[in-house]
């Protein structure tokens, strides 16, 4: 048996800010917001509204609300039961994920790995 993953806590909406607040302070013209501050933001989503988050981060409401339901698409996908044997010999699997990006595999492949890799 695998151990358990322990979860990290989420920031608190205090220290999201301060971190975009710094980032404010240290960027250089246009820069795009990173990645890594708009996933503290979409992980405030988890217990605030996006409205909310999107006001008190000054965000734009639009964009968060998108990458907020992009996180969640994967929570919509279906089980499926595979055989092994099925997918040790010759098979195709087709994923998208909720942003539209597309995978489409042929052959004999390790699916758990597949996915979880694209979906991560």
Request: proline fraction near 6%.
């Amino acid at each position: 048996m695998l151990p358990a993953r322990r979860k990290r806590p989420h920031p608190s909406v205090e220290e999201v800010q301060a971190l975009f607040e710094r980032w404010r302070k240290e960027k250089k013209g246009r820069d795009p917001i990173p990645s890594s501050l708009w996933e503290a933001a979409v992980s405030l989503t988890d217990e605030h509204t996006v409205n909310r988050v999107a006001r008190f981060l000054h965000l734009n409401h639009t964009e968060l609300k998108s990458r907020s339901t992009a996180c969640r698409g994967s929570d919509n996908v279906a089980f499926i039961e595979l055989d092994p044997i099925t997918v040790a010999t010759e098979c195709t699997i087709e994923m998208e994920k909720p942003t539209g990006e597309r995978m489409r595999v042929r052959g004999a492949c390790n699916v758990a790995g597949l996915v979880r890799e694209f979906f991560r």
